[in-house]
């Protein structure tokens, strides 16, 4: 359990970092318990897609979940289920490279840079490391993938979420 306090005062301090200063349009902040308390292992954010993509006018869902070996082990990165995305299982689980431990990871990271990874990932996905098959879709036909991320797009419009 020594692992934990070390966790623990990393992700206090990145909450307080992110206050500070978070990239224009994300939200990221612990989970909320119910019994009023903060839960430092899981974060409820909110990534914009990006200005002049398919993805603009969205406000996407994510959560962040950090084991007690943070920031040595990276957290799990999750849109809701069945999200629309080469590199998303469809379980939610983001496939990008700095949240492999045994690929890009390293405990440098911050939970900042997580973020605009995963929005950039967005609009420019990873072919070579398919999660599911909207891979296909994407490659075969831009058209119908085109469209099937507008219509996520729109389920997720940012006036929605606020």
């Known amino acids: 359990m020594a692992g934990c306090g070390v966790a623990a005062s990393r992700l206090a301090e990145e909450r307080k970092s ?11 902040k612990p989970e909320t318990k ?6 430092l292992f899981k974060w409820k954010c909110l990534l914009p897609g990006k200005e002049g993509t398919l993805w603009e006018g969205g406000l996407f869902p994510l959560t962040l979940e950090f084991s007690n070996d943070y920031p040595a082990k990276p957290p799990k990165a999750k849109f809701p289920q069945d999200f629309v995305h080469p590199n998303v299982f469809p379980e939610g689980d983001v496939c990008l490279s700095i949240l492999n431990p045994t690929k890009g990871w390293r405990a440098s990271i911050t939970v900042r840079q997580i973020l605009v990874g995963v929005q950039e990932l967005l609009d420019e996905p990873n072919i070579a490391d398919p999660a599911n098959g909207v891979y296909e879709t994407y ?4 058209k119908v993938y085109d469209q099937m991320i507008k219509e996520q797009t729109k389920k997720y419009a940012a006036d929605k979420q606020i």
């Open 34 to 39: 119910e019994d009023g308390s903060t839960n």
């Open 139 to 142: 490659r075969k036909s831009r």
């Open 18 to 28: 992110w206050r500070k200063d978070h990239p224009f349009g994300f939200v990221a």
